[in-house]
Each structure stands twice: as C-alpha cells, then as structure tokens.
C-alpha cells in the first residue's frame, strides 16, 4: 500500500494550492484519509479529515472556513485545497489512511505518505 502526495510548493499568502494524495497499489475508496503537517521543530498536527464516503469531513481549527479535503473516487485521489494560506500553514504535508473512520490520532492511520513540503512567503 502506498501512498503519493504532490502539489507543494511555495506560494505566496492569501494565494491558492491544491495537494493531492493518490493511492498506488489499493483502492482509496474504502479508507477514510487525513492530511496532518508538520513544521521544524514541533509536532505533527491534524489538519483535515474525510470518511471513506466523502460524506463527512472535519477540519482543524486554524484551517477551518480556509482549506477543503475532498476526494474522487474516480482517481483514487484525495485532494486538499488550501485558500488564503498564511506563513504558519508552512511545513511538510502527509496524507494517510485508515479502513475505519477519521480520527484526529496520527497514530491511528497505518500507511503514511512521503509527504510534501508547502511553504508559504511574499
């Protein structure tokens, strides 16, 4: 099982960015996937969250009402669309997957992306 993101970058604030996370190897559509980050030097946080169906997702409160996770079952692939990013949203991004529900515990998802660095500056 693995799992690939892509679409970091650097972009200015208040600008747009769409990760993807694709699924190689599996079918994503049964598994719930999260997007966590992780800055230098802190520890790893949840940033959003969608069910296996697409019918129920949950945000952090720093990028509530600023980024959406969806997914197309289609492409296997779950998205993460980030609008009005700000310096603090910089770090590596790691998506990961679980057959059960969201849940806010990394330790909770078994396979793990690389991740992808998203680095947000003027």
């Known amino acids: 099982l693995q799992l690939v993101e892509s679409g970091g970058g650097l972009v200015q604030p208040g600008g747009s960015l769409r990760l993807s996370c694709a699924a190689e190897g599996f079918t994503l559509n049964a598994y719930a996937v999260g997007w966590f980050r992780q800055a230098p030097g802190k520890e790893r946080e949840r940033v959003s969250c969608i069910s296996s169906t697409g019918g129920t997702t949950d945000y952090a409160d720093l990028v509530e009402g600023r980024f959406t996770i969806s997914r197309d079952s289609a492409k296997n692939t779950v998205y993460l669309q980030m609008n009005d990013p700000k310096p603090e949203d910089t770090a590596t991004y790691y998506c990961?997957?679980?057959?059960?529900?969201?849940?806010?515990?990394?330790?909770?998802?078994?396979?793990w992306g690389q991740g992808t660095q998203v680095t947000v500056s003027s």
């Open positions: 990961a997957a679980r057959l059960l529900g969201c849940t806010a515990e990394a330790g909770r998802f078994p396979t």
